[in-house]
């Protein structure tokens, strides 16, 4: 049973950079393609960067040139760098992956850029 569990998330000011962390159990993450999402108040979740398990990857063009997604396979941990953050970029973020046709999600950690 693979769980996914955020941490990094908390305020910042704009221009400043967060690293959130993804720490993945039940299975190993350098199999796993992964991905991380946000979600604003009342709306859906979208997708913002992924990577699959060949390391390629794909960002939206909202954070694209600011965001980096990577996997650390030492720690079973995959990682969101943000940088040069700005007031739309506060919202909810999760990380997620696909496992045997099942979607798994981390709690969600919150980010607010003031």
């Known amino acids: 049973h693979v769980q996914l569990v955020e941490s990094g998330g908390g305020s910042v000011q704009a221009g400043g950079s967060l690293r959130l962390s993804c720490t993945v159990s039940?299975?190993?993450?350098?199999?796993?393609?992964m991905a991380w999402l946000r979600q604003y108040p009342g709306k859906q979740r979208e997708v913002i960067l992924s990577?699959?398990?060949?390391?390629?990857?794909s960002y939206s063009e909202f954070v694209k040139g600011r965001f980096t997604i990577s996997k650390d396979n030492s720690k079973n941990t995959a990682y969101l760098q943000m940088n040069s953050l700005k007031s739309e970029d506060t919202a909810l973020y999760y990380c997620a992956t696909d496992l045997n046709w099942q979607n798994y999600w981390g709690q969600g950690t919150q980010v607010t850029v003031s």
């Open positions: 039940g299975y190993t993450v350098s199999s796993l393609c």
């Open positions: 990577v699959d398990k060949a390391g390629r990857t």
